[in-house]
């Protein structure tokens, strides 16, 4: 009998995953249906489960709280998605949500292990038989905690900073390490021995407590500082190459406990947990801008201050992730590594542990979904293991094409042109490629979404990386800003000798940032960062074949092995996922061409 479990994840990066006896039938954040970058609450994907099943045996839930905090449905009661499931027939709506112990229910509450879940996303994508897992975020789940510090001996919440675990099949995630962070009164940092029953595991972990912000806290602290969103640290992370060393800004990590451990310092960083975290700016005077300044609404990453604070703040906090990862190994013997959380999105960080940890024998498998958008997946491919005890070790994600199947005709694709006043032509790679290096973007749209933030040639924009000016114009037309970098997918039989790959065979989920070979950058001057580095996909016919093809007939007519390719929208805007997205993107940019390869067409729209 077919068994179909059904997760989502609730907060920020919000998404629904669906399995079929174990196996993705899709994964999708509620982003790419309603149109909201980074949205919670995902009620639109779950309406998506209709689309291929009337019933689900499971109804998994992630978040950071517990299911019965959420809203609650009028009159009836419940929480809202348990409720929402229960309307459209999905479940039986008798049970009301429990976790897993215990007896049989319908509706699993996974809130209380938000990082396990991030942990579970990432091992059974990795394609080891085990593994250590290390999980560095904002703000996990909300764990109270009795604190019996000097004067202090009541309840205070904490929430999950860091974690480490064991990994193994079918379901066995111990936990070994965990730090917890909040906002006080509990001074100092306090080390402790925690009775692990309350996960159902033997034994004891080690807790770090504190009243500072965790390593991702921090680095959320300096997006805000630069001007940006918290959520936004992939900003902070382009901006940080157009710094320096700054003997004037303080350390933002310091030692603890004597030494025995790392963690920020509250007297530069500020935790305001759950949210984010403060640059205390107020106290530093190379940090403090002036109010007039302020008010004179300067770009503040044009300011030294601002460059040379992100500069410092991606430098450090890699460290720290380092050292955790080897305190990782240490603690497991396990030298097998994945990492996850929103951290590991880091593309600049993870390239850069390579040679330590290759060095030690240590291999990295980095989640490509380690937003909390992961978490849902996590959720879902731990409750298929956790109830059929399947010990089947899942292969490696080489690829992540996770959407839903478009099966469009041609008259849809024509109406959908039609209604933006666009021009359909036929078109092959031979010519999209002519178009490409006539100095136009030419979107591409086919197949299943990529599942994650990375665009991987399925909804993506592309150029001629050849151009000098490409960066800023493309960034312009975008309208994203000046200093953010693109990336390149290149054919894997060219990667090795384009880039430092430093041991790695492929990267097909575009998770590092690598530095060039000799003689490259001034080849593809568009899609080399200012401190020489490119964020690269390599690209295999058995992986995408019609993307494969574009890049080989790109290259057959340049001699450059490799394509600009960015994500498929506007700046503030999710990645496109149906066609009508697509075509309106063009409808409302300067972009005027979109490729639709699985059908020999190219929508043309002059603006």
């Not at 790109?554 to 450059?560: A, I, L, R």
């Amino acid at each position: 009998m077919t068994q179909w479990i059904g997760a989502i994840t609730r907060g920020h990066n919000g998404g629904a995953v669906l399995l079929k006896d174990g196996e993705l039938v899709f994964a999708i954040e509620e982003e790419r249906l309603s149109r909201k970058k980074y949205d919670g609450g995902p009620y639109a994907a779950m309406i998506k489960f209709l689309d291929y099943t009337d019933k689900l045996d499971y109804l998994v839930v992630a978040h950071t709280q517990p299911l019965e905090e959420s809203s609650r449905v009028d009159f009836s009661g419940g929480d809202v998605y348990t409720g929402l499931a229960r309307k459209l027939g999905l479940i039986d709506g008798k049970d009301s949500a429990y976790s897993m112990e215990g007896k049989h229910r319908q509706v699993i509450d996974l809130s209380h292990i938000h990082h396990k879940l991030h942990a579970a996303c990432a091992f059974y994508r990795s394609g080891f038989e085990s593994a250590t897992a290390v999980i560095v975020d904002g703000a996990g789940t909300f764990i109270p905690m009795n604190i019996n510090a000097g004067l202090y001996n009541e309840e205070f919440m904490t929430w999950e900073c860091e974690s480490i675990f064991t990994c193994n099949y079918p379901d066995a995630f111990k936990t070994l390490y965990k730090h917890q962070g909040g906002n006080g009164p509990y001074p100092g940092t306090h080390v402790q021995q925690i009775p692990s029953e309350r996960e159902g595991e033997e034994g004891f972990h080690e807790l770090v407590l504190d009243d500072t912000a965790g390593i991702t806290k921090a680095y959320e602290a300096v997006t805000q500082y630069c001007g940006f969103q918290p959520i936004e640290a992939g900003k902070t992370m382009g901006l940080a190459p157009y710094g320096k060393p700054n003997k004037d800004i303080p350390p933002i990590y310091t030692d603890g406990n004597g030494g025995k451990w790392r963690t920020s310092d509250r007297s530069v960083i500020i935790p305001t947990y759950p949210n984010a975290a403060l640059v205390n700016d107020g106290k530093y005077d190379y940090l403090h801008s002036s109010q007039d300044l302020l008010n004179s609404k300067v770009d503040l990453t044009t300011l030294e201050n601002r460059r040379d604070m992100a500069y410092a703040v991606q430098a450090e906090s890699q460290e720290e992730v380092l050292k955790l990862i080897f305190k990782a190994v240490e603690m497991t013997g396990n030298k097998n590594v994945v990492l996850s959380g929103g951290y590991a999105l880091n593309c600049v960080a993870n390239y850069w542990y390579l040679d330590k940890l290759n060095s030690e024998g240590i291999k990295l498998y980095v989640e490509p979904v380690s937003s909390d958008a992961g978490t849902a997946l996590g959720a879902a491919l731990l409750t298929y293991h956790s109830l059929t005890k399947d010990k089947t070790v899942r292969p490696y994600a080489e690829t992540i094409y996770e959407g839903f199947e478009y099966h469009l005709s041609l008259n849809e694709i024509t109406e959908t042109a039609e209604k933006y006043n666009a021009n359909i032509k036929d078109c092959d790679h031979k010519q999209a490629v002519e178009t490409i290096r006539e100095k136009n973007i030419v979107a591409v749209w086919q197949g299943k979404s990529e599942n994650g933030p990375r665009a991987l040639g399925n909804r993506s924009l592309l150029f001629d990386p050849t151009f000098e000016d490409g960066k800023d114009h493309v960034n312009r037309v975008k309208r994203r800003e000046y200093f953010r970098p693109f990336a390149g997918s290149i054919l894997l039989e060219h990667a090795h000798d384009w880039f430092d790959m430093k041991g790695m065979e492929q990267s097909p989920h575009m998770m590092y940032a690598m530095d060039c070979k000799e003689g490259v950058a001034e080849k593809i001057p568009s899609i080399i960062h200012v401190d020489g580095t490119c964020r690269i996909q390599t690209v295999t016919q058995q992986q995408n074949k019609h993307y494969y093809d574009i890049i080989k007939e790109f290259y057959n007519q340049t001699g450059v092995p490799i394509i600009f390719n960015t994500s498929f929208n506007l700046g503030g805007e999710p990645l496109v996922e149906t066609l009508d997205d697509a075509v309106r993107t063009l409808y409302n940019s300067e972009i005027e061409y979109l490729y639709l390869p699985e059908f020999g067409k190219i929508i043309e729209l002059k603006n």
